[in-house]
Structures are given as C-alpha cells and as structure tokens.
C-alpha cells in the first residue's frame, strides 16, 4: 500500500512540476538588457561612466527605469519595460581648461587659485553670478544659431535661470524651447550647471531631433521624466 502511494505521489509531482515552472522561472529570468546609443568612446577606456560614481537616489516613474548607461560614454539611460525612452548627459570641464570661465570667476571676484570658503554666502553668491553669466552666453549662442538655422518659423524662448542645489554645491537650472509659429514644439533643452572649485558640471537633456545623444525621442517623455530629473540632480555626489 505504502509503495502504491509513493508511486501516485511520483506521477502527480511530474504532471505539476512543468505546469510550476512555468509560472516560478519566468519570475528568475535575466532582465532585459536596455542598450545605450552608439555614441564616441572616451580616449580612456578603464576611466568608465562618471554617472556610475557620483550618482544617488534614482526617482523615477512608475515602470520606469533609470541607470547609468553601459559604456564609457557620460550618459545616464531612462527606460520603461526595456525600451529606451532617452538618456541624459554630463560633461566636466577642469577650470585649468576653461578660460571662459576663468574669466566669469575674476569678474565676480574669484582669481584662479585663490583660497575661498566653499560654504560661505559671500563665496556662493559670486558662484551663482558666475554661472548666471555662462548661462546668459549659452542662450545668446543658440539665440543666434537658432535665428539663423529657422528664422521667423520657429520662435527662440529662454526660461529664466533658477538656482538650485546639485548635489552639496549651489547651481543653476536653465532651458530653452523652440516653438513653432504654426504651434508646437521644435525642440525642447533642460540643463544644469554647478561648479566645484575646480570643475564645471553641465549636465542637459533634450527633445531636439538634431541631438545625438542627451535627448528623448518623444516630448511627452521628457515632461514625464522632467521632475525626476531634479530630483535626481539635486541628490548627486558631488563634489
């Protein structure tokens, strides 16, 4: 009798177990890998994604993902369901490298080299006066190129320039958006930008179809994604 019953029990456990497996592995399956655009190598190849280092908390939507891109390539890749939906890019520059900005950092007071108190009101209202003038060049650059690519088509549109935080430093939220005469939006720009004491961090993202990479292909993704992405800048590891 004891040996009827282990051979049922034997026969019910291998009519159930395909059925469970079905249900269980799927579950334990490896996730989808979200591919990052083909984009330029940097010229080190051990030196990796900064987005791995310095980024923090990722909020996102629900269903979304958000993640440092594979690669060496500064791009952080946003995705849903193993679509890529855009990516965002940041760029350092060495002040060493930056006579621009040199220049911005002696007209509010600051001389290359010279030793201040990052955390001091006085130190962080120069900075932000800086970062207002590097902003108010940026727009007049693609004011001009943007008149000259679409003329009276599309009107050039500059958001005003916030301070906010980026991580432990003072920085500067800017924008601008291209919107067509006959209504509509030809391009969309979000961007940052924060100083350290030796590096500018300029961190943008797009919907412009003329962009390579730091772009969402869709605009409505871009405005989803939009408050995330100051959360996300605001909770940086930087410096």
């Known amino acids: 009798m004891l040996r009827l019953y282990h051979l049922l029990l034997g026969c019910i456990l291998l009519v159930l177990i395909p059925v469970g497996a079905k249900f269980v592995l799927p579950q334990f399956s490896a996730p989808k890998v979200v591919k990052s655009p083909a984009v330029a190598k940097l010229p080190n190849p051990n030196e990796g994604n900064i987005w791995q280092k310095i980024l923090g908390n990722t909020a996102a939507p629900t269903n979304w993902q958000v993640a440092s ?13 193993g679509e890529l939906l855009g990516t965002v890019e940041i760029n350092v520059y060495p002040l060493a490298n930056n006579d621009d900005f040199q220049k911005k950092l002696v007209a509010v007071g600051i001389p290359p080299g010279s030793q201040v108190d990052y955390q001091s009101s006085k130190y962080q209202t120069q900075i932000l006066s800086a970062l207002k003038a590097w902003v108010a060049d940026y727009y007049a ?11 009276k088509e599309i009107t050039f549109l500059a958001y005003p320039p916030q301070p906010v935080p980026i991580g432990k430093l003072q920085g500067i939220r800017y924008g601008f958006a291209g919107l067509k005469q006959k209504g509509g939006v030809q391009e969309q720009h979000i961007g940052h930008v924060a100083f350290d004491g030796n590096k500018l961090y300029v961190i943008t993202t797009a919907f412009d179809p003329g962009s390579q990479t730091g772009k969402f292909d869709k605009l409505e993704n871009l405005a989803i994604f939009q408050p995330y992405l100051y959360a996300i800048a605001a909770d940086l590891r930087l410096p």
């Open 141 to 151: 650059t693609f004011a001009k190129d943007r008149q000259g690519e679409y003329g």
């Open 69 to 81: 891109c594979k690669g060496n390539a500064p791009l952080l890749c946003v995705s849903s369901k």
